[in-house]
């Protein structure tokens, strides 16, 4: 979900919150962090009532396609299905999958290049309808349509059609529009998809919102996010981008054909504001159950709400690492010492504050797997003693360091940082500030963050403007180091526009060991080799983690079945929400 890092520092301040009886002690609140990893208010919920969302930012889309955004991922369950879903569960349970419009979690043959699935019995649309094996199949081919479509994950098209031979069903010649060969629909009840050579998470990729049905005859293109057609428990009344968006029951939706939704409130919708000081004031006095975009409160309604509101507060680890990464097309940071000087002469407690201190930042992050990723080892492995002996930077280290790479009296350097992150201008700064103690003079450029893709995505635009470090962040598209780290370590993925690869790492071994954990099945081996990768990344000292990011979130009083979930990188799992009283 690393797009949905585009909304993380959004709320920049807000209200101080007034009065409200939403979360005192004794207002139905269920205490500070009772949601966190578990279920706060369980077997509480009542049917009916409104489900009200709150929000600063829209979705990038809602079109099942398109939308790449953490939030919209977790809130599209509502109006579509997948052959495979996540488990409703807290914690790391939540990132199991479990079947959803399949039968189960089908059948695997051809030394894991042929799945198999059986639709359930009882799937339908919103106007009564069947879902059928060709819709499933129709939604996935639109990810080809990317002329029209942007926007969206391509996990499905890079591993069903590498060569990228089938043109997207809007060019496609067969009168049908299904000629895409990878995917089989013998009847409407089977589907079949045929894998060039095998990806042992594919069933990660068919579990996102890309992969949801879609029926030919309600496909309006780029305009489908302005309304989609439901195949779950909702379906879309109304949508002002921008503005609000209402959900109401899909009458259709079939409890009984659906293992993972419950289907609680009668309406859901969400209210756009445009101004964070109202939303976070709103929350708070309770005309509001919960933040959509999961990024946490901002600083002052933060300290307010810790004072006052604790009990409807959670903490959880949001599945981001923030970090400062070194090109190694920028001089001196084509030599590993350079690169273990800036490491060893940070202070690590200095960018942890920068970043929000210890609860609205996180922990120090020591690594670059986060802990929500199958192989990650936490704060247990920190190879730079960032969160230990050095984590207030050891400037004998660093100068040795530098003395090794040919620099001892230090260098001049340039930081990237997005001029629409405070968090990250202020972990920039704290950088600078502790590197001049070591020699190490940094000069901070502040470059639009809307344009980030062009400007730090592009290898020969980072030379040029010789940025030697830049300040980031990442969260798994799903749980699995090739979720995480595929696009920000192996070579195959250096791209010369829209690269994730700012290190431009080449590393033999790191990229084998990609090729082995997408070739291995078995889910013990590919953790011990996840942690693998992420040892032979901090080897190379290619980057500097700042924190394991965590967040203070709000829920009300009135949520009922609330917890959060890896799957969704530490948000509170929408789907199964519920309100205590419908009133």
């Known amino acids: 979900m690393a797009a949905a890092a585009v909304v993380a520092a959004l709320l920049t301040t807000a209200a101080?919150?007034?009065?409200?009886?939403?979360?005192?002690s004794g207002s139905g609140a269920a205490g500070f962090n009772a949601a966190n990893n578990k279920v706060a208010q369980a077997s509480a919920a009542k049917k009916g009532g409104e489900l009200k969302f709150a929000a600063a930012q829209d979705a990038d889309s809602w079109d099942t396609t398109r939308g790449y955004y953490g939030f919209m991922w977790n809130f599209a369950r509502y109006y579509s299905r997948q052959l495979v879903s996540y488990k409703t569960q807290p914690g790391a349970e939540g990132a199991q999958l479990t079947p959803d419009l399949a039968t189960d979690m089908g059948k695997v043959s051809d030394g894991g290049k042929t799945y198999t699935f059986t639709l359930r019995d009882g799937i339908t649309w919103e106007d009564g309808k069947p879902?059928?094996?060709k819709d499933v199949k129709y939604g996935i081919e639109r990810i080809w349509a990317q002329d029209v479509l942007s926007g969206g994950p391509v996990y499905l098209k890079d591993v069903l059609d590498p060569k990228g031979e089938y043109k997207g069903p809007y060019k496609d010649k067969a009168a049908d529009k299904l000629g895409l060969k990878a995917i089989e629909?013998?009847?409407d009840k089977t589907i079949v998809f045929h894998l060039p050579k095998p990806n042992s998470d594919f069933l990660q990729m068919i579990a996102l919102p890309s992969a949801s049905p879609v029926r030919q005859d309600k496909d309006t293109k780029s305009k489908y996010g302005l309304h989609p057609f439901s195949s779950g428990p909702y379906k879309f009344q109304s949508y002002a981008p921008g503005k609000s968006l209402v959900l109401?029951?899909?009458?259709?939706?079939?409890a009984s054909s659906d293992p993972i939704r419950k289907a609680y409130p009668d309406k859901v919708s969400i209210k756009f504001f445009t101004n964070a000081n109202d939303l976070d004031a709103r929350l708070v006095a309770g005309d509001y159950d919960l933040d959509l975009n999961q990024t946490g409160m901002s600083p002052q309604g933060r300290t307010t709400a810790l004072k006052q509101h604790k009990a409807n507060l959670d903490n959880p680890v949001s599945g981001y690492i923030r970090y400062a990464v070194f090109p190694q097309s920028v001089?001196?940071?084509d030599n590993i010492h350079c690169r273990k000087a800036v490491i060893y002469g940070a202070d690590h407690v200095s960018l942890q504050t920068a970043r929000g201190g210890p609860v609205a930042g996180g922990d120090i992050?020591?690594?670059?797997?986060?802990?929500?990723?199958?192989?990650?080892?936490?704060q247990k492995y920190d190879p730079y003693q960032m969160a230990g002996k050095n984590k207030n930077g050891n400037a004998a280290l660093a100068k040795q360091e530098l003395k090794a790479c040919g620099k001892p009296n230090g260098f001049s350097t340039t930081i990237a940082v997005r001029n629409n992150k405070p968090a990250e201008v202020a972990t920039a700064e704290s950088l600078q500030a502790s590197l001049k103690k070591v020699g190490i003079n940094a000069q901070i450029d502040q470059y639009d963050g809307s344009q980030t893709t062009g400007i730090i995505g592009s290898p020969s635009n980072v030379k040029k403007k010789g940025y030697g470090i830049i300040i980031m962040g990442w969260g798994p598209d799903f749980p699995t180091v090739q979720g995480f780290g595929m696009p920000l370590w192996d070579s195959k993925y250096i791209l010369q526009s829209g690269n994730n690869n700012y290190a431009l790492i080449k590393d033999k071994k790191i990229d084998?060991?990609?090729d082995q954990y997408i070739a291995t099945m078995d889910e013990g081996q590919k953790a011990k080799i996840a942690t693998e990768i992420n040892h032979k990344v901090m080897e190379g000292a290619y980057y500097l983690p700042f924190v394991f990011e965590k967040f203070i979130n709000w829920r009300s009083s009135r949520l009922a079945d609330v917890y959060t979930s890896n799957a969704y990188n530490g948000m509170y799992d929408f789907v199964n929400l519920g309100l205590k009283s419908t009133k």
Do not use: H, Q, Y
């Not at 101080?16 to 005192?24: S, V």
């Not at 992050?365 to 936490?378: D, F, I, R």
């Open 331 to 333: 001089k001196p940071f």
């Open 248 to 254: 109401v029951r899909n009458p259709n939706w079939k």
């Open 131 to 133: 879902i059928t094996s």
């Open 365 to 378: 992050g020591t690594n670059m797997l986060p802990p929500s990723v199958a192989g990650a080892e936490g």
């Open 185 to 187: 629909t013998p009847d």
């Open 512 to 514: 084998g060991l990609f």
């Open 16 to 24: 101080c919150g007034g009065g409200g009886n939403d979360g005192g």
